[in-house]
């Protein structure tokens, strides 16, 4: 496997359709929810360098994009996809971590986060200091829901007053990992090994 992950630019625009066709087939074998996204828009990701996009020579197998909302206060990393060929590799794992890398480079004030019915999405954003949190910890930009619409879990968003669903919601806030990530006063504290001295007996002779 020779797969590089580019920071996406108007050279990859041709792309978007084929991105938008394996996000779509990949919920279908998952047999989970998905926000629907059109080539146009995914094009327009890409053009605006918001994305990443992984190629195996020129072979498409992996995605993911960035979404701002509330004034560019909340920072959404979307549409992370891998083509079935190259799962369970680690490919996703190095295409989250390119695209959270990416999002804190763009916008290093915003909190990122995630809502997600995948286990192995929600282990990977953990590991870079996600928290699960409710939904009204997240943005309260309509634009964001509005993209729910299209998944098939959608009404039951709506039935909840979209306070929860079948989704997860993760939260990274820059303000509070930081701290989160220093050592524990415990840990800090100076522990100065015990050593033993072994006496010797002398013998004097009388």
Not at 66 to 90: C, M, W
Not at 165 to 170: N, V, Y
Not at 175 to 191: D, G
């Amino acid at each position: 496997m020779d797969v590089i992950i580019h920071i996406a630019n108007s050279g990859y625009v041709s792309y978007a359709q084929e991105i938008c066709d394996l996000i779509y087939e990949s919920a279908q074998a998952r047999g989970t929810g998905i926000a629907k996204r059109s080539a146009e828009y995914v094009a327009e990701k890409i053009e605006a360098g918001k994305a990443v996009i992984a190629l195996d020579g020129d072979k498409l197998v992996g995605f993911a994009y960035i979404e701002t909302f509330s004034h560019k206060r909340f920072v959404a990393n979307s549409g992370l996809v891998v083509h079935p060929d190259y799962r369970n590799q680690g490919l996703a794992k190095k295409i989250k971590r390119k695209i959270f890398d990416h999002s804190r480079k763009l916008y290093p004030s915003a909190k990122i986060f995630s809502i997600t019915t995948g286990l192995a999405v929600m282990k990977m954003n953990t590991e870079l200091g996600f928290k699960p949190v409710t939904f009204s910890e997240l943005t309260d930009d309509e634009e964001f829901w509005k993209g729910c619409q299209g998944c098939r879990n959608f009404d039951i968003l709506q039935r909840n007053n979209y306070k929860m669903c079948l989704c997860t919601g993760l939260l990274y806030d820059p303000k509070v990992q930081p701290a989160a990530m220093q050592a524990s006063p415990f840990a800090k504290k100076v522990v100065k090994p015990v050593i033993k001295i072994k006496k010797t007996n002398k013998l004097h002779k009388k």
